[in-house]
Antibody, heavy 120, light 107 residues
Framework: EVQLVESGGGLVQPGGSLRLSCAAS????????MNWVRQAPGKGLEWVSY????????YYADSVKGRFTISRDNAKNSLYLQMNSLRAEDTAVYYC?????????????WGQGTLVTVSS | EIVLTQSPATLSLSPGERATLSCRAS??????LAWYQQKPGQAPRLLIY???NRATGIPARFSGSGSGTDFTLTISSLEPEDFAVYYC?????????FGPGTKVDIK
């Protein structure tokens, strides 16, 4: 069974940093692209970042480019999101999401999410 | 960036009724469109991909249609567990984008 478990969320002041982690199990992690998708309280879904299976290709939403860094450790079956220069508008539940099939860009598997709150 | 719009914003129906949800893209996405269901406090669940293919384990009462810029998600007969928010998502052009959602609530 595919499992994705996020951690690392919490309360942080504007301008601060946070590192999210996503532990993957139940599939060959190194074969799949991974994504971060976020959802502000009471709002819709927003794709945040993508990383290829090898980590060689990375994309970001314009709203986080230059502030967030996605990475992965295939030996540890883990995905990360380093978030710097956080703003109030980054407040959201952050989900890691796996493609349905490699390269499909349809998100069939999701974690339970981790809440990031940016507030003074 | 492709913008998706969904209508209506809210759909109030009774169990057993048919639900028809619409998603429109700002430019053609071919058939590269998915539908998700999200219940409060839960992660989204993939229902339909490539406009009309049901994902694994999705009941036959859910169906999708459309291509180009206009898409429809139909729930043939609403079950109590189907009252939720539904999002469309395109993967035709980078970045992938989601619609704002349609809430299906109990009338």
């Amino acid at each position: 069974e595919v499992q994705l478990v996020e951690s690392g969320g919490g309360l942080v002041q504007p301008g601060g940093s946070l590192r999210l982690s996503c532990a993957a199990s139940g599939f060959t992690f190194s074969s799949y692209e991974m994504n971060w998708v976020r959802q502000a309280p009471g709002k819709g879904l927003e794709w945040v970042s993508y990383i290829s299976s090898s980590g060689s290709t990375i994309y970001y939403a314009d709203s986080v480019k230059g502030r967030f860094t996605i990475s992965r450790d295939n030996a540890k079956n883990s995905l990360y999101l380093q978030m710097n220069s956080l703003r109030a508008e980054d407040t959201a539940v952050y989900y890691c999401a796996r493609d349905m099939t490699p390269g499909s860009c349809y998100f069939q598997h999701w974690g339970q999410g981790t809440l990031v709150t940016v507030s003074s | 960036e492709i913008v998706l719009t969904q209508s209506p914003a809210t759909l109030s129906l009774s169990p057993g009724e048919r639900a028809t949800l619409s998603c429109r893209a700002s430019q053609s996405v071919s058939s590269y469109l998915a539908w998700y269901q999200q219940k409060p406090g839960q992660a989204p669940r993939l229902l339909i991909y490539d406009a009309s293919n049901r994902a694994t384990g999705i009941p036959a009462r859910f169906s999708g249609s459309g291509s180009g810029t206009d898409f429809t998600l139909t729930i043939s007969s609403l079950e109590p567990e189907d009252f939720a928010v539904y999002y469309c998502q395109q993967r035709s052009n980078w970045p992938p984008s989601f619609g704002p959602g349609t809430k299906v609530d109990i009338k």
